[in-house]
């Protein structure tokens, strides 16, 4: 069964910046498109960023568009997503999970991990 490890989350100042980590085992990671997805308190799940199966192909929310990268490394089946210049908006529990390089959502893998939490806050 898939599993997700994810890891960077902390407490961050405004303007700061975090890196993220999800490994992911139990699936063909390298054919799988990637999505970073957020749940803030009492806040449906959203997805913020994805990242094509080869790499080639990204796309973003508008709320963290130019602030957030999401990159890949098929070979240690990881996915990151790089955070800068964060604001307190952004606090939440960060997931990595499947998702369409569209930005739509609904083919996650159907389980999910702990997530990591992240907190800007001066």
């Known amino acids: 069964q898939v599993q997700f490890v994810e890891s960077g989350g902390g407490l961050v100042q405004p303007g700061g910046s975090l890196r993220l980590s999800c490994t992911v085992s139990?699936?063909?990671?390298?054919?799988?498109?990637m999505g970073w997805y957020r749940q803030a308190p009492g806040k449906q799940r959203e997805l913020v960023a994805v990242?094509?199966?080869?790499?080639?192909?990204?796309n973003y929310a508008d709320s963290v568009k130019g602030r957030f990268t999401i990159s890949r490394d098929n070979a240690k089946k990881t996915v990151f997503l790089q955070m800068n210049s964060l604001k307190p908006e952004d606090t939440a529990v960060y997931f990595c999970?499947?998702?369409?390089?569209?930005?739509?959502?609904?083919?996650?893998?159907?389980?999910w991990g702990q997530g990591t939490q992240v907190t800007v806050s001066s």
């Open positions: 139990g699936v063909t990671f390298s054919f799988s498109t």
């Open positions: 990242i094509s199966n080869g790499g080639g192909t990204t």
């Open positions: 999970n499947r998702a369409w390089v569209t930005m739509r959502t609904g083919n996650d893998f159907g389980s």
